[in-house]
Structure formats: C-alpha cells, structure tokens
C-alpha cells in the first residue's frame, strides 16, 4: 500500500474499518467527511461489529457487507486488468503524462514552473517527471504548504519532506488559511494542507523562464495533435 494509508488520519481509519466500525462511526471518531472515508476505504473488505449491529437492524447490515464486499471485489479486478492492459511504463509514457499533469495542475501565469496538489502521489509523480524528463535534481525543488490553523505545521512539514525527499531548508513560508468562511470539512479533509511545488533555476537559464515555455510548448504541441482535424 501507498506510505500514505499508513499514516495520520488514513492509518486510524484503517484500524477502525478492519475492526467492523462504519462510516459513520468512524465520522465520529475522527472528524472526517463520509466522502473522505469512502475514497480511503473502498477496498477495505467490511464486516459490521457489535456497535455497528445495535445501531442497525442485522438483515440490512448483511444486506450493506454483500453489496460491499462485491464493489470491492469488482474493483480489485478491475485494478488487476488496468494494470495488465498499462503494462509498464517507457520514459516517453512517462513524459507524455508529465503533459498532461503540468496541464491539469501546473501554473500557466507569469512563466514560473509550479504545480500545486494535496495528493502526495500527485507531488511525488511530478517530481519523478522533473527530474527524469526536464533534468533537474532536489536542489532545483522548493516547497510551500498551504494548511489551516488546526494543522500542526511542524508535523506537516515533516510529513511532506517525508514524502518528497525535499529537505525541510527548502521550504519556503507556510501560509495559514484564516478565512472564517472556510469549510470544516474542507479542512478535515486535509490534514496537511496543500503543497506548492517549485522549480529554481539555481544560475541555469534552461531551468528558469526557458522551462516553463518548454513545458508551455510541449502542451500546445501536444493539444494541436489531439485536436488535429482529419
């Protein structure tokens, strides 16, 4: 499994789900959104415990762990076929994903090399892409994580260090959310914030304001074949 599931909040909703709690349960528990839980635990085969039981009637929870444990069956083989049919991955399969994740999630403004995602496979993907595709080591990369009051940003920035093999002196200025009009939710489901990847030039020209019109270039090279008429 990814290092992500075994740690903070993911970790305790693993344990919970294994030991036959709900969604709900585990809502509870943690302070967690049900859609959260939901794309966290949805191959976690689930059997009901004895809290579970007195809350609901036993012909509905049987009912619930059938049609449960079939989804997560049905996507096991899907997984399992998805993974035949990719096959493994060339460096031009790496490149051309790289396109389209700089496309989905890079700046396009003021000609400044960044992608910004809260998923740390998404971060760890682009860095794989930067450093494979673009050339660039980890002295090229620096990181702001974007988090809310509630979050303990020493840990964040630990844990995104962590994942990234940035080292922390490399971190730029963590920015706080104090919006007030902010979601809760949207902060639960976040425990550590958002995470600002970019690319220093460090005195190379080919890796500053040339970089990103590279990769600027890449993308309109790439959609002007896609969209090509017959």
Known sequence: ?????????????IQ????????SMISEKLGLSKSTLSNWLKEIPYKPNSKVLKRIQLAP??????VHNRK??????????????????????LWMLGIGLYLGEGTKMQESTRIINSDPEIIKTAIAWFKKICGLSVKNFTI????????????TISYWSKVTGIPKNQFGKTQID????????????LPYGTAH?????????????????????WIEAALSQINRRE
């Open 1 to 13: 499994m990814r290092d992500i599931k075994y740690s903070g909040f993911k970790r305790k909703a």
């Open 16 to 23: 919970y789900r294994r030991q036959g709690y709900s969604y």
């Open 61 to 66: 929870a049987k009912s619930a762990e059938v």
């Open 72 to 93: 997560v069956a049905n996507i096991v083989r899907a997984k399992r076929l998805a993974k035949k049919e990719l096959d493994k991955l060339t460096k031009r399969d």
């Open 144 to 155: 702001a994580i974007h988090t809310y009051p509630d979050n303990d940003i020493k840990k």
């Open 178 to 189: 104090r919006r007030t009009n902010k979601s809760n939710k949207k902060r639960r489901r």
């Open 197 to 217: 990847l970019t690319i220093k030039a460090n005195g190379k020209k080919e890796f500053g304001v040339n970089l990103h019109r590279r990769i600027e270039g």
